[in-house]
């Protein structure tokens, strides 16, 4: 699976997407479990067992995989960016019956299916971390390009679904990280840099407080503090990623972003041969292929609305 051949930033990106995936996987045998739950059933889960609240097979994944792979299935087929391939990509996705479906993902693309409008109306409540957890396609997409344009890359896929200042915020904070990350830049930098800025706006992001972020819920704030939390305060891809499902809440999504973060981060090389191996190896393959894909057809031209 993985190539000698590759550029540090394949690895890179390679890392990130599978990263996503593994996160996915990890984290959905425990989804909406308390720590308490987990420790009493897992002791400490650790590995791709399948199971969950979805029952699905060991290996396989949630709708935070999937919708990324759909959108960079149509970013690629489309060779730019801008809301309607976005929108289109997701209503396809929805049409396949997807084993999971989150309530504010399936309400914009039905505000699409009927409109026609690949942007849903701002909604104060919907600050959910859909638009987050499937951001990576458009970090890839804009490799090279001005941090302008992967900002709008940002807003048109997010806003398909989460049209709120506060997703919008941390969802662009994520790709900021996922960015600096494939540039070899420290963990001091990104602290100093994105995680500062968005705590600065937002102080609800702020992390490393008492009590410490526990079970965290689809609401962005908790997941991108837990997932801060573990990923500025561990040392391998691993402990990171362990750390975060352990929490439970929202933990398929937790984990994906965290792995996506920490896949970038550490790169390919990594993340564990276990889990590499017990990942679905469609889902793998369709990972590793698409990173290098979007690599490869970056900076695609992201389209403004304007």
Not at 25 to 35: D, H, I, R, S
């Amino acid at each position: 699976m993985i190539s000698s051949r590759w550029s540090p930033v394949q690895r890179r990106a390679v890392g990130a997407y599978l990263g996503l995936a593994i996160g996915d996987a990890l984290g959905a045998t425990v989804e909406f479990m308390t720590p308490q739950e987990i420790k009493a059933s897992h002791v400490r889960h650790k590995e791709i067992i399948g199971g969950g609240w979805l029952r699905l097979k060991a290996g396989h994944v949630t709708d935070d995989t999937t919708m990324s792979l759909a959108l960079g299935d149509a970013l690629l087929q489309a060779g730019r960016f801008d809301p309607c391939v976005a929108a289109h990509a997701f209503d396809a996705w929805m049409r396949t019956k997807p084993v999971d479906i989150g309530n504010t993902v399936r309400r914009g693309i039905l505000h699409f299916r009927r409109t026609g409008e690949p942007c849903s109306p701002p909604d104060e409540q919907d600050a959910g971390n859909g638009s987050c957890m499937r951001v990576l396609p458009a970090i890839l997409a804009c490799h090279g390009a001005a941090e302008e344009a992967l900002e709008l890359a940002c807003l048109h896929q997010g806003r398909v679904t989460h049209h709120n200042p506060l997703a919008e915020a941390g969802t662009w904070c994520v790709a900021r990280l996922v960015r600096m990350a494939m540039a070899d830049a420290e963990p001091g930098e990104m602290l100093a840099g994105p995680v500062a800025a968005l705590v600065s706006a937002w102080p609800i992001f702020r992390f490393r407080t008492r009590p410490e972020i526990s079970h965290p819920s689809g609401f962005i704030a908790e997941t991108l503090r837990a997932v801060f939390q573990g990923f500025f305060d561990s040392d391998t891809f691993e402990e990171c990623l362990i750390k975060v499902v352990n929490l439970g809440g929202d933990a398929d999504t937790t984990g994906a972003i965290a792995g996506m973060l920490a896949g970038a981060y550490h790169g390919v090389e990594a993340i564990p041969e276990r889990w590499l191996q017990a990942l679905h190896p469609p889902v793998a393959d369709a990972c590793v292929s698409q990173a290098l894909a979007l690599l490869a057809a970056s900076p695609l031209p992201v389209m403004s609305t304007k």
